[in-house]
């Protein structure tokens, strides 16, 4: 019975007329892109905030949602592109030669430093961003690599930290919001060296303790602690990393250029980079 059942249905199914999955299709213009040379290949950011068009002559041109932002020369050889997850990396590729090149490329971001505390001066032509985690072994490994900097560039070098507490540890949010309630004293360098000196055994009491080491109005320090001025700024902060796609900790960004090597190497070239484009 079952299967005349199936049968009947396959039958009735046979002489259906057909029936399109949209009777219509509308189209409309988003965005028209004028380039001064024959596009070759065109490829788009996983976000889409950013569409990148490869023109004949070695140029590849980058708009944002509304108008173009920047232009980058590469080898005239390429005429395909496209781009990886992230959209900070592009790979081209020549048919003619058989080559495939990977081009990292690095947005300058625009952070809110406002309120944020720091270490250096507050006018200075640098600012190194760190997006840290107060339960994060590498993020406490980065006070002498901080000082080192700071030694090196006592005068144009400004540090500035936000809170980017990663939900895998348990008293990261905590810990930010603790911190935060010690900036309101003046104190929030002194209370992030105590933390990441012990962030290996943290907890509520000792978030209090090292209050009480630093000689804190402990009432108000409790009370800023939970207020909601602390976890709106914690809050901000974290919002901040995620637009600018921070995905782990720490994350440097120094003058809104994401840091790739942590190294002091690598991070005072950038530095250097900066000054010598400023100095211009």
Same mark, same amino acid.
């Given at each position: 019975?079952?299967?005349?059942?199936?049968?009947?249905?396959?039958? *009735?199914?046979?002489?259906?007329?057909?029936?399109?999955?949209?009777? %219509?299709?509308?189209? +409309? $213009?988003?965005?028209? @892109? =004028?380039?001064?040379?024959?596009?070759?290949?065109?490829?788009?950011?996983?976000?889409?905030?950013?569409?990148?068009?490869?023109?004949?002559?070695?140029?590849?041109?980058?708009?944002?949602?509304?108008?173009?932002?920047?232009?980058?020369?590469?080898?005239?050889?390429?005429?395909?592109?496209?781009?990886?997850?992230?959209?900070?990396?592009?790979?081209?590729?020549?048919?003619?030669?058989?080559?495939?090149?990977?081009?990292?490329?690095?947005?300058?971001?625009?952070?809110?430093?406002?309120?944020?505390?720091?270490?250096?001066?507050?006018?200075?032509?640098?600012?190194?961003?760190?997006?840290?985690?107060?339960?994060?072994?590498?993020? *406490?490994?980065?006070?002498?690599?901080?000082?080192?900097?700071?030694? %090196?560039?006592?005068? +144009? $070098?400004?540090?500035? @930290? =936000?809170?980017?507490?990663?939900?895998?540890?348990?008293?990261?949010?905590?810990?930010?919001?603790?911190?935060?309630?010690?900036?309101?004293?003046?104190?929030?360098?002194?209370?992030?060296?105590?933390?990441?000196?012990?962030?290996?055994?943290?907890?509520?009491?000792?978030?209090?303790?090292?209050?009480?080491?630093?000689?804190?109005?402990?009432?108000?320090?409790?009370?800023?602690?939970?207020?909601?001025?602390?976890?709106?700024?914690?809050?901000?902060?974290?919002?901040?990393?995620?637009?600018?796609?921070?995905?782990?900790?720490?994350?440097?960004?120094?003058?809104?250029?994401?840091?790739?090597?942590?190294?002091?190497?690598?991070?005072?070239?950038?530095?250097?980079?900066?000054?010598?484009?400023?100095? %211009?």
């Amino acid at each position: 019975m079952a299967k005349f059942f199936f049968i009947i249905l396959a039958l *009735a199914a046979m002489t259906l007329p057909g029936v399109p999955a949209q009777a %219509k299709v509308y189209t +409309t $213009v988003a965005q028209t @892109y =004028k380039t001064n040379a024959a596009p070759l290949d065109i490829t788009t950011s996983e976000d889409g905030r950013h569409t990148f068009v490869l023109t004949k002559g070695g140029k590849v041109l980058i708009y944002g949602r509304k108008e173009l932002e920047e232009q980058i020369t590469v080898d005239p050889v390429f005429n395909r592109i496209t781009a990886a997850v992230g959209g900070d990396r592009l790979f081209l590729s020549s048919s003619k030669t058989r080559q495939i090149r990977e081009v990292l490329v690095d947005f300058v971001h625009k952070i809110d430093i406002s309120g944020s505390p720091f270490l250096g001066p507050e006018k200075a032509k640098v600012t190194l961003v760190v997006f840290s985690d107060f339960q994060c072994p590498h993020c *406490a490994k980065l006070g002498p690599l901080f000082e080192q900097i700071l030694n %090196k560039d006592p005068d +144009t $070098v400004k540090i500035v @930290y =936000k809170n980017f507490p990663l939900n895998i540890h348990r008293y990261a949010a905590a810990a930010a919001l603790a911190a935060t309630a010690a900036d309101m004293q003046g104190k929030f360098w002194q209370y992030h060296d105590l933390i990441f000196e012990n962030y290996q055994s943290l907890s509520i009491k000792k978030l209090i303790s090292f209050a009480r080491r630093l000689d804190l109005n402990i009432p108000q320090f409790k009370k800023d602690m939970n207020s909601n001025a602390a976890k709106l700024k914690v809050g901000r902060d974290y919002e901040e990393g995620r637009r600018l796609k921070v995905t782990g900790t720490p994350t440097i960004f120094i003058d809104g250029r994401l840091v790739r090597e942590r190294s002091f190497d690598n991070i005072q070239k950038m530095i250097d980079e900066e000054l010598r484009e400023k100095n %211009k």
